[in-house]
Nanobody, 124 residues
Framework: QVQLAEFGGGSVQAGGSLRLGCAAT????????MAWFRQAPGKERERVAT???????HAAESVKGRFTTYLDSQESRLYLEMDSLQPEDTAMYYC??????????????????WGLGTQVTVSA
């Protein structure tokens, strides 16, 4: 059983940067995908970025070129570097995990393990 804990959220002015982290504990030795989602008040949850155990990444169009996700496999941590933040990036950010079969695409997975989230607030 994998458990996730996000860290690194906070408040920043528009144009600023933040780095979020997600510490994973438990068995991550199988094939897996991890992802960042976000949800703003009154809005649906949005997938921000995914990464496979092979470090294949995908970013949503809304953050492409501004956000980068990467794995530190030795530390069992997932990171999300967020640059050029805008007020519309304000949301609760969640880390998620799912095992996968072989080279199954991360985009096709339903993530079944979630962290509690960390708040990101961007002021104009």
């Amino acid at each position: 059983q994998v458990q996730l804990a996000e860290f690194g959220g906070g408040s920043v002015q528009a144009g600023g940067s933040l780095r979020l982290g997600c510490a994973a504990t438990g068995n991550t030795n199988s094939r897996y995908c991890m992802a960042w989602f976000r949800q703003a008040p009154g809005k649906e949850r949005e997938r921000v970025a995914t990464i496979s155990d092979m470090s294949t990444t995908h970013a949503a169009e809304s953050v492409k070129g501004r956000f980068t996700t990467y794995l530190d496999s030795q530390e069992s941590r997932l990171y999300l570097e967020m640059d050029s933040l805008q007020p519309e990036d304000t949301a609760m950010y969640y880390c998620a995990f799912s095992t996968r079969s072989g080279f199954e695409s991360c985009l096709s997975l339903t993530f079944n393990t979630w962290g509690l989230g960390t708040q990101v607030t961007v002021s104009a």
